[in-house]
């Protein structure tokens, strides 16, 4: 289908949405009929009971809300190569790997052509109302994408992270010529063993080709930042290869090398130019224009973890546009991003109703004990748990995920993501989400700024190891504090923490002085490598926030890093 085309109609794609979500109820149920239709012989819906019946309140008597661990007794079967339908009615033959910054390790999701197609859509809705704000000329894009190896399972199954998965679909290539999106940098270097050499050789390519690059983009905003800071470290090294015409000898795969040869050629002028643009910068202020003129705006997932890293990717891009990519997860997508023009930081997401069945578990009720509710009958103002239901074996699982509904777009739901259900600093009473983390942080790294410091990267831990426990906060910071200055940054942590469970509790000593641990110099990334070695792709990476005691070996890389640690006096 996508091979014939020459470029999406953007017009038609608007139009196609805008229906859909003026009929989102009556689009939910062909779309879970559609679901249970196509699967309904699978072994987990035959032992339930549907008998055959797709309407959604059968659905809901008979099918129970699950979470990961009740389906990996199902999913372990299916990676171990058991051909019957057991979640699905074809066979599953891939299998994608959640990020795993969430347990310490990766958790086995079912991929199928369905889910691809699903991706394909949300990409190409997103891309309509991109275009329409931010309308670019068939280009290049810098993408800092970066896919992990492919493995296969006991059973034979093909095995990645769902953005490997996706990066490796014939389709892909096919949607991203179509969208005008087409990357600068070879297969070869997307695919590379080594991230840290694809990284050179992306920022190497984007440089070659800097006059046509349209816009840059990565999954998530930590790649991006990730991606200039190691720009300022080997700036130099890239010059000197654009001068001679010869990369250099950190790159050492064959495959990688050859496909770099014949896009390098020595060019002397364009080194000279990019020379003098970097010696001209202040602090690299304003970099990502000064290297690509032409670029429109950049593309990412910028929400929830990723928020932390807007400042400074605010400093690279100076007014340059940032709009937060669609929301979704290893396990289905959810909603597009069709207000490109909003800061990410208010940045909404339109479910649309043909992906995937959607309920919402109210939050303000408990939660046991609360009834989920269908798609169009969220209220606006309300916090939910998402529930999805896809073409993929989930039936009825539960995300994790806790979204704000903001609004309604025609029929169809606009949601904020809030936080994941299970990122929580919790002692006794208290109750603080990453976002309440992320304030906190915020809140006191600023006592830093007149030092001319950041901080660069951050994550927390219960320590229930003292009596009365308490929260510990990791820094890592861009140079060296004065003592004095980090106590106060202890005390405004402290103090930052307005739950009323944590202030009552810290009042009365029921939760101990906060501990503030300032890590040195690459701890972050050492956690990265940790994640990378585990098979994680760089693009799926998201910084742990809250290490729990199970997720032992991140925090031993934190606690062995610790150079510094201060008490608060804050109580």
Sequence with gaps: ????????????????FESMTKDAGNVQRETLKKILEENGCAEYLQNLGLNGKTDPESFK????????????????????????????????????????????????????????ETTLQIYRTSYAFRTREFPIENGKALQLIYSSKQSKTKGGLIAGTATTNVF????????????????????????????????YCHLLCGLIFREEIQFISSTFSHSIVHAFRTFEQVWEELCADIREGVLTSRITFPSVRSAMAKLLKPNPELADLIQKKCLGLNNWYGLILELFPNVKYIYGIMTGSMEPYLKKLRHYARDLPLISADYGSSEGWIGANVNPNVPPELATYVVLPNIGYFEFIPLKENVEEAKPVGLTEVKVGEEYEVIITSFAGLYRYRLGDVVKITGFHNLSPELKFICRRNHMLTINIDKNTEKDLQLAVEAASKLNTEEKLEVLDFSSHVDLSTNPGHYVIFWEISGEVRDEVLEECCNCLDRSFVDAGYVSSRKI????????????????????????????????????RCVGSTNNEVLQILCNNVVKSYFSTAF
């Excluded at 171990?80 to 339908?85: E, L």
């Excluded at 490598?529 to 742990?544: I, N, R, W």
């Design 1 to 16: 289908m996508i091979e014939k085309m020459e470029l999406l109609d953007v017009d038609k794609l608007i139009e196609e």
């Design 61 to 116: 008597a008979c099918v129970p809300l699950v979470t990961h661990n009740d389906l990996q007794p199902y999913i372990q079967r299916i990676v171990d190569g058991s051909s019957s339908p057991i979640l699905t009615g074809k066979p599953i033959t891939t299998i994608s790997l959640s990020s795993g910054t969430t347990q310490g390790k990766p958790k086995f999701v079912p991929f199928n052509d369905e889910l691809m």
């Design 168 to 199: 490796r679909n014939s389709q892909f290539k096919n949607t991203m010529k179509a969208m005008q999106s087409q990357c600068c940098s070879p297969d070869e270097v997307i695919f590379g063993p080594d991230f840290h050499q694809s990284l």
């Design 509 to 544: 000593n029921a939760i101990g002085p906060l501990e503030l641990r300032v890590v040195q110099r690459g701890t972050f990334q050492k956690i990265l490598d940790h994640y990378v070695g585990l098979g994680a792709a760089l693009s799926q990476f998201k910084t742990p």
